[in-house]
């Protein structure tokens, strides 16, 4: 079978952050001649071999096996899913939907008509809930490996050499796995903080904030993004007090302005507490409760906050440590990312790498789309991402979904634009279900009416945004979303009212 190599007609620099800078990586577009690098034939070589079982490492693994390329798949773990389904994403949303299951319950079902005698949490029947999720999850991708005839090793694997990888196998041994084609999918890790040691007890990351054996009746959450706003709001359903130490002057910085400030809003009437440009610098475990050292961003006078637990909710790393990469030359940024062109490949031929270990937003489904494009350049296919189409949802509740530009982004671009919005409050099935908290915003060039951003705070969010997704793939214009036919009642009608407003004039408002 005839590849070739690519020749490029368009290409951008792999870089592009959630926030779609013009200086960041895009589309791709190829045309195909020759591909050099042929298929495997030895029976103990690899076409591909891909280190990390993670949802971009996995899918990766998937990919190239059902494209005919032989495929091994490292994983250091025991267990395939990476950080996401293990410790991250999965776990995160089981608890994120049992707390709020029990809050509506305490709080919302009485004014159903719906009244019992006490609600209690039994929280060892929640983590045991939790853990059959991730289980079943786990052990379904293990299934899927075996389907797809992907070899699946356990253990720490270090590249040896552009075709070798050492692995450390988790039962003790040692076993080397050649490959024509090494795919880097080791994912991130929890950024630590100077100053502050993360024992997985009281002072905890993300893993440790999914596996508490009590309440805390206090919790510190430092750090106001995603992950910290998701876990503080689980514990705040369950009743602990709960405040956020952000040391920028806004929660989720990369959020539309309008949208973070309703979003703040709601999260403070679920009596979330807030300390915006706020640093820690200094932590004390030597009493029974962990004092935290406060100071003002800009400096000032110190104060002190006490926790039961705290949430070091930073952000995260990439992770490379032991994978042997100055041995072998392959380029990283000072940001600790390896450096890929459009096709994913780093400097040294035959070693690629994907998802949070490059450039970009270090999300799972960027990771997925990473590994499927990889595997089809690999196989002289046309791979293809548009990192400023990947949607980012915060899952609390409200939900906070988003994709395309921010109408502050849009405004420093200097494009003349038009905003439409349209509030859950005059959505007719938001109101019947009794649960009309939010607002769609779309913001669309002027001239064009082609749709730029389009931003969601309502209980399913991160479902509605996906017709936002398909539109801004597609180049939609607002006028385009509102002339499509939705089913009533549903929430999705507040995208298509939203997007009557921004062309035209909404109907219910």
């Known amino acids: ?28 577009s190829y045309s195909l001649t020759s591909f050099s690098r042929g298929f495997a034939t030895g029976s103990d070589e690899n076409d591909v071999v891909v280190i990390g079982g993670g949802p971009g490492g996995y899918v990766a693994a998937i990919k190239a096996a059902q494209l005919g390329l032989k495929t091994t798949c490292i994983e250091k773990r ?26 509506e319950a305490k709080h919302s079902f009485p004014s159903h008509g719906v ?24 052990k379904g991708i293990e299934g899927l490996f075996k389907k797809n005839k992907v070899n699946y090793v356990k253990g720490y694997g270090k590249i040896v050499s552009p075709s070798d990888v050492s692995v450390d196998t988790i039962d003790g041994g040692n076993t080397v796995v050649k490959g024509k084609n090494i795919i880097i999918a080791t994912g991130s890790d929890v950024k630590s903080l100077p100053g502050i040691t993360i024992d997985e007890k009281r002072i905890v990351s993300s893993t440790g904030a999914l596996a508490l054996k009590e309440i805390p009746k206090k919790l510190v959450v430092i750090g106001a993004g995603y992950i910290g706003l998701e876990m503080g709001s689980v514990w705040g359903r369950l009743g602990s007090e709960v405040t956020v130490v952000e040391f920028a002057p806004d929660i989720v910085p990369t959020m539309d302005g309008e949208i ?59 992770f490379t440590a032991g994978l042997g990469l100055d041995k072998i030359g392959v380029e990283m940024d000072k940001a600790g990312r390896i450096l890929v062109n459009e096709r994913f490949s780093t400097n040294v031929a035959g070693i690629y790498a994907i998802g949070d270990v490059i450039p970009g937003p270090m999300l799972a489904h960027k990771a997925e789309e990473d590994g499927v494009a990889c595997v089809e350049f690999i196989a002289g296919k046309v791979g293809h991402v548009d990192y400023d189409k990947v949607p980012g949802v915060v899952y609390t509740h409200p939900e906070v979904a988003s994709v395309g530009k921010t109408e502050e982004q849009v405004k420093s671009l200097g494009v003349a634009y038009r905003v439409g919005k349209f509030p859950f409050l005059a959505n007719s099935r938001a109101k019947a279900i009794d649960d009309a908290e939010g607002i769609v915003k779309i913001v669309a060039e002027k001239e064009t009416d082609k749709i730029l951003g389009v931003h969601i705070m309502a209980p399913n969010a991160g479902e509605l945004i996906h017709e936002a997704v398909l539109a801004l793939a597609y180049d939609a214009s607002s006028e385009d979303i509102a002339r499509v036919c939705h089913a009533h009642p549903t929430m999705s009608e507040a995208l298509k009212e939203a997007a009557m407003a921004t062309y035209d004039k909404p109907i219910h408002i």
């Open 1 to 28: 079978m005839a590849m070739a190599s690519v020749a490029r007609r368009k290409a951008y620099p792999l870089s592009r952050n959630l926030s779609g800078s013009c200086s960041d990586a895009l589309r791709y």
């Open 78 to 103: 025991g267990t395939l899913g990476g950080t996401c389904l293990n410790v991250g994403c999965i776990p995160s949303k089981a608890l994120l939907h049992s707390s709020h299951m029990y809050h």
């Open 115 to 138: 009244k019992f005698p006490s609600v209690e949490v039994d929280l060892p029947a929640m983590m045991a809930q939790k853990d059959k999720a991730v289980g079943n999850l786990t």
């Open 260 to 318: 973070r400030k309703q979003f703040q809003r709601s999260l403070e009437k679920q009596k979330m507490k807030f300390m915006l440009k706020t640093k820690v610098v200094g932590v004390d475990t030597s009493g029974h409760s962990v004092k935290l050292t406060l100071e003002p961003a800009a400096g000032g006078d110190k104060t002190e906050l006490e926790a039961d637990v705290v949430l070091v909710s930073a952000g995260r790393v990439p």
